[in-house]
């Protein structure tokens, strides 16, 4: 049975998108496991290939979270062979390469590094690493044999999660670059070798006094990306 959708409903679905951002400053304090519980509940009603549900979550906090935050870090800082399971893009392009300078730019203008300084463009790269001091978590893998129709459903997934958690008030930052680890990911937590990483999302309360906080990336608009065939 599809349940009946009203203009509130539609109103409260776009201010949980307008909502979400990528948080790159977080506060310690962890987030209740019953919310954690919850946003994982909502998360795992994501459509998926043939109902396959291809996604497995790891949930990392506490003194795991801070085990897995000195891991990311120490490869991060020696330079080790990067290992992910899935290629990263070849080249950016066009409007694409534009709106991937504009937000790096947005980023490096909030905390402060000037352009062309790129031992401060590092330091700040080791940010992904430490989880942004994220209290959490989340490393996201599906299955090898599903190929690029389990990593599409994981992206829903990962999708999903971040929406939930804005509606719980937890922020949120999907991790493509912990993936660049997949390898020692893998052995660290005792994964199969059958499961591919897709991404993490590091999460909990924003440090909303940060200015990394304090801007958002645009969207384009429908022009840009819509063509309607009648």
């Known amino acids: 049975m599809t349940a009946t959708a009203s203009p509130a409903d539609a109103a409260a679905f776009d ?8 948080c790159r400053a977080f506060l310690p304090e962890p987030i209740p496991r019953a919310t954690i519980e919850a946003i994982l509940t909502t998360a795992q009603k994501t459509a998926s290939w043939n109902n396959t549900q291809p996604w497995q979550v790891v949930i990392a906090s506490g003194a795991a979270a801070e085990r897995f935050r000195a891991l990311m870090l120490g490869l991060a800082s020696s330079g080790a062979e990067p290992t ?10 066009g409007a694409l390469l534009d709106r991937r300078r504009a937000c790096g730019f947005q980023l490096y203008d909030a905390v402060g590094v000037s352009r062309g300084d790129k031992a ?13 001091d994220a209290p959490h978590v989340a490393i996201v ?18 999708s999903n999660f971040m929406t939930a958690a804005t509606a719980h008030g937890v922020a949120t930052i999907a991790q493509a670059a912990l993936a660049v680890h997949s390898g020692a990911i893998r052995a660290h937590f005792g994964l199969g070798e059958e499961r591919r990483v897709v ?8 440090d909303e006094s940060h200015p990394v906080n ?8 429908l022009d840009e990306v819509v063509r309607w065939e009648e």
Do not use: K, W
């Open 199 to 206: 991404c993490g999302i590091s999460f909990g309360r924003a």
């Open 84 to 93: 992910p399971d899935f290629a990263f893009p070849r080249e950016y392009r």
């Open 141 to 158: 893998t599906t299955d090898e044999a599903l190929g690029a129709y389990g990593a599409l459903d994981c992206g829903a997934y990962v």
């Open 214 to 221: 304090g801007y958002r990336t645009p969207r384009a608009g």
């Open 120 to 132: 401060a463009y590092a330091r700040q790269s080791l940010r992904n690493f430490a989880l942004f």
């Open 15 to 22: 201010r949980l998108m307008t909502a979400r951002h990528s």
